[in-house]
């Protein structure tokens, strides 16, 4: 891990990913997770303070990045529920079969390598019943946007940590090995047409 990787892109992600229109769309997804629950993407821990402490009995909290897991160690020692770090990749989750009631993911598939081996890998590790709550953006809907998404994807991912613009989020999902239940979109106002196209809400293992 580079410099810039290790030291200048956290507080940059973190500083994008702590803007308020973001924080509004985690108020609505991750206070539904509920039992032993497993985040994908734990990241600096901006999710923490989402949580429903009476829901949750304990977090699994997934983040490969070493530059984020400093500040991510920090907030989960003063956690009100048991956090366990996993500083490992989402594709190669060490948890055991059937054994987490939620799995959660918000603004990660976009980043994540192999974004199909991950949702298998989390598919896997969900109990009979549990389910996946997500929160993402990713390509739009209209045309014009899509094509400045593309023009644009090539040189962000190199500046974003390999932040994809175009990923289809619900169709990821359904290859992933899950059934959308719910889901819902919208731009988020203040951000860019182009990074700000969201899909948020919860699926099922087929």
Request: net charge positive.
């Amino acid at each position: 891990m580079g410099f810039y990787d290790r030291f200048i892109l956290p507080p940059l992600l973190n500083m994008a990913c702590g803007a308020a229109p973001i924080g509004k769309q985690r108020q609505k997804i991750v206070p539904l997770a509920s039992g032993v629950v497993l985040e994908l993407g734990f990241g600096s821990g901006l999710n923490l303070p989402f949580y429903d402490r009476d829901k949750v009995s304990k977090l699994y909290a997934l983040e490969p990045s070493e530059g984020m897991l400093v500040q991510a160690r920090k907030l989960a020692g003063g956690a009100e529920f048991p956090v366990e770090i996993l500083a490992e990749t989402a594709e190669a989750l060490s948890l055991a079969p059937a054994s987490v009631d939620t799995v959660l993911v918000t603004f990660s598939l976009c980043t994540i390598p192999d974004p199909h081996a991950a949702l298998q890998a989390a598919r896997r590790a969900l109990k009979p019943g549990g389910r996946l709550l997500f929160c993402e953006h990713g390509l739009a809907p209209d045309t014009a946007v899509r094509r400045t998404q593309a023009r644009i994807e090539p040189i962000w991912k190199h500046l974003s940590g390999g932040c994809h613009l175009c990923r289809d989020i619900p169709a990821l999902i359904t290859r992933g090995g899950f059934a959308i239940d719910g889901l819902e979109t919208m731009y988020l106002p203040k951000a860019p047409q182009w990074a700000g196209y969201n899909y948020w809400g919860a699926a099922r293992p087929a």
